[in-house]
């Protein structure tokens, strides 16, 4: 049992081009969301699902989008990424109460 | 808008102490609230979770308490331990089911 997996863990990027975080779960969990992680800020939320096929905005969706075609998997789109975008990015599952982590993604963008 | 602070920010004890951490709120209309550990470089670990309508939870030396009058939650540990040294999130469940996450408390405990 995987639970929550994140792939890349670690990528570099440079300003203007694209690139797809991955987050998979086998827990059939129907809550799925993304946070950003920056010093000093806590976690902060991008986007989230409450089932297959409904998403939508969190605190800080500017410069991402999301898509949720099955309940295992909630990818997050940087279209164009930033310097701003420079974090380390973390996809969570809830059913009920509560959530589980995955292990993060850090993006830097040069 | 929920906002969530966490005070201190930074925290240094002797191994031994009793410690507390803060953690307030703006928005008393909560789901729950849950405190969170996250070791450098690692995703987040859930340790107690408090439901709207409970007071505390407790999970071995840890005890967390709710006062969602006041917009208040503390995180008591006892008999710190080195291998507590990690930083502690605290995080609102709004009612629209979104978290809401504190900056957290980096505790070093120091042997």
């Known amino acids: 049992n995987a639970g929550v997996t994140q792939t890349p863990k670690f990528q570099v990027l440079k300003t203007g081009q694209s690139m797809t975080l991955q987050c998979a779960q086998d827990?059939?969990?129907?809550?799925m969301s993304w946070y950003r992680q920056d010093p000093g800020m806590g976690l902060r939320l991008i986007h989230y699902?409450?089932?297959?096929?409904?998403?939508d905005q969190g605190e800080v969706p500017n410069g991402y989008n999301v898509s949720r075609s099955t309940t295992e998997d909630f990818p997050l789109r940087l279209l164009s990424a930033a310097p701003s975008q420079t974090s380390v990015y973390f996809c969570?599952?809830?059913?009920?109460?509560?959530?589980?982590f995955g292990s993060g993604t850090r993006l830097t963008v040069v | 808008k929920q906002e969530v602070t966490q005070i201190p920010a930074a925290l240094s004890v002797p191994e031994g102490e009793n410690l507390v951490l803060n953690c307030s709120f703006t928005?008393?209309?909560?789901?729950?609230l849950q405190w969170f550990r996250q070791d450098p470089g690692k995703g987040l670990t859930s340790l107690l979770l408090i439901q709207s309508s409970q007071r505390e939870q407790t999970s071995g030396r840890l005890n967390a308490s709710l006062d969602k009058s006041s917009g208040r939650s503390t995180l008591y540990i006892a008999a710190s331990q080195p291998g507590d040294s990690a930083t502690y999130l605290c995080a609102v469940r709004t009612q629209s089911l979104d978290m809401r996450f504190g900056a957290g408390t980096r505790l070093t405990v120091k042997p």
């Open positions: 827990m059939n969990h129907e809550y």
């Open positions: 699902s409450v089932g297959a096929g409904i998403t």
């Open positions: 928005d008393s209309a909560i789901y729950n």
């Open positions: 969570a599952t809830s059913v009920g109460d509560g959530y589980t």
